[in-house]
């Protein structure tokens, strides 16, 4: 019953928020707070107090980009799916579960739908397993049942390439509409026909990958990948579709990934959000000479 009436609550605050978001987020917080769940997320919503009292805090103008830059309907569904079901609903299940059974209950589900690949990326130790190793659809889509079943609401792709399988995981996303689905990807399989479909289904989101600016990109992932990445980016900036970057930082680009002048790149092809990672050497193809120095680290978590 809490649930229920925290979920027509939420729904409600959307629609409130919806019409006007400038003038409404604060009054907004108030009621989140009021109807938080086991004062779920209680940390976050702080942070996010804190974010919308400062209106030249750029959280808070991501926030509002959110009204300006994205397709109504896809805004709509990460609202439902990644804040409604996995934040609010899902945790304070997931937390049931943990307690239940003594184990912990994962805040969210990485798979690698294929280790198949379309590129081959200086050090990556996808190719080691070849393109043969993908999982069915009926399994991806066991895996998310069972998921939701404890909570579960928000699902991230990696591989491999995991549009090389983009028909299933468009018909994952149409069957789990109730889910958010991200995945990592290198972009190039990224067309205005896969586009047209995320804005179908509407709770898809990737995060491309780009290793700096075109010569960095092209000489670890092969020449044009860079090329692909922002054409892909494109696209999805002008169907109003949520995209992020997935960024990994050796050596050689540390300082270009860290820096003003490549976020602000960034930010003007319409990136949303960065997941950054370090290069880690795997298997036998590994190049040890990519791990970045103590030093470029410092930088980075500076
Ligand atoms: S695109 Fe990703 S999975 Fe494919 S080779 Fe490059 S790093 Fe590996």
Known sequence: MNKLIASTGMKLAYTYLNSNPERNVPKLMDWIDRIAINNAMEGQRKAIRK????????????ILSMWTDVDPGVRKAFFNNFVLN?????????????????????WAILMDPTSACNLKCTGCWAAEY???????????????????????????????????????IIRLCEKHSDCQFLAFTNGTLIDETFANEMLCVRNFIPAISIEGFEDATD??????????AIRAMDILKRKNLVFGASLCYTRYNTEVIGSEEFFDFLIDKGVKFAWFFTYMPVGADAVPD??????????MYR
Do not use: H
Not at 51 to 62: A, F, S, V
Not at 151 to 164: Q, R
Not at 290 to 299: H, I, K, M, S, W
């Open 219 to 228: 000489s670890r992932r092969g020449k044009g990948a860079y090329q692909a």
């Open 290 to 299: 990519l791990l970045v120095t103590a030093e470029q680290r410092e930088f």
């Open 86 to 106: 996995e934040n609010f609903i899902g945790v304070p299940i997931q937390k049931k579960y943990q307690e239940k059974y003594g184990c912990n209950i994962p």
């Open 130 to 168: 070849g393109n043969k190793m993908s999982m069915s659809y009926e399994t991806l889509d066991s895996i998310i049942q069972q998921g939701k079943n404890l909570g579960v609401y928000f699902f991230i792709y990696s591989g491999g390439e995991p549009l090389v399988r983009k028909t299933d």
């Open 51 to 62: 974010i919308i009292g400062d209106k030249d805090n750029n959280w808070y103008k991501l």
